[in-house]
C-alpha cells in the first residue's frame, strides 16, 4: 500500500481543515482587499449580519460599519495596508459595534490578520464573533448596581 507524501499530505490536511472551517465557522470570516471591498464572506458571517455571500461579496465593508464609525475605521484600514500595521498588534481582540442589514447594531469581537504578497498588504481577513446578548448582559448588570443602595 502506497502511502501519501508527508508533505503532500499535511498539505492537503491543511486544506481540508482550512475549507471545513470557513464552511462551518458560528463566527464571522470576512476577507477584504486592500481597498475594503468583500472578497469572502462566510455562512457565520450571513448570520451575525443577515447579507447572504452573493449580497456582501463586491461591495464595500462600509455595509457592516456604522455610518458614525466610518470615517475611524477607514483612517486605522489605510494606515494597516500602507504599514501591515494596525492601530492594534494583530490578532489583539477588538470589540466594536457592529451594523446588520436590517440597521440594527450588533456588538462584535474580532480579531484581523493581513494576507501579504512581496511585502505588501492584498487583503485584510477578520473574523468577528456577536457579543451582543453578554454586552446586554453586563448593562443590565450595571443598571441594577447604580440603582442598588449603597451600604
Known amino acids: 500500500m502506497d502511502l501519501p507524501d508527508k508533505t503532500n499530505f499535511t498539505a492537503i490536511l ?3 481543515i482550512a475549507d471545513a472551517i470557513l464552511d462551518t465557522a458560528g463566527d464571522a470570516i470576512i476577507a477584504c482587499d486592500a481597498d475594503g471591498i468583500i472578497r469572502f464572506w462566510n455562512l ?13 461579496v463586491g461591495h464595500s465593508l462600509d455595509i457592516i460599519i456604522p455610518e458614525r464609525l466610518r470615517t475611524r475605521h477607514w483612517e486605522g484600514f489605510r494606515k494597516m ?14 470589540s466594536v459595534p457592529a451594523r446588520r442589514e436590517d440597521g ?8 484581523t490578520v493581513t494576507l501579504k504578497d512581496d511585502g505588501s498588504v492584498v487583503d485584510i481577513v477578520a473574523v468577528m464573533r456577536d ?3 453578554r454586552f446586554e448582559e453586563i448593562k443590565a448588570l450595571r443598571r441594577q ?5 449603597s451600604e
Do not use: M, N, W
Open 131 to 133: 457579543v451582543t446578548a
Open 145 to 149: 448596581q447604580s440603582k442598588a443602595p
Open 81 to 94: 495596508v500602507a504599514t501591515g500595521q494596525g492601530r492594534y498588534p494583530e490578532g489583539h481582540l477588538l
Open 14 to 16: 491543511r486544506r481540508r
Open 44 to 56: 457565520g458571517a450571513s448570520r451575525i449580519f443577515g447579507f447572504d455571500a452573493g449580497e456582501a
Open 104 to 111: 440594527s447594531q450588533v456588538s462584535v469581537e474580532f480579531t
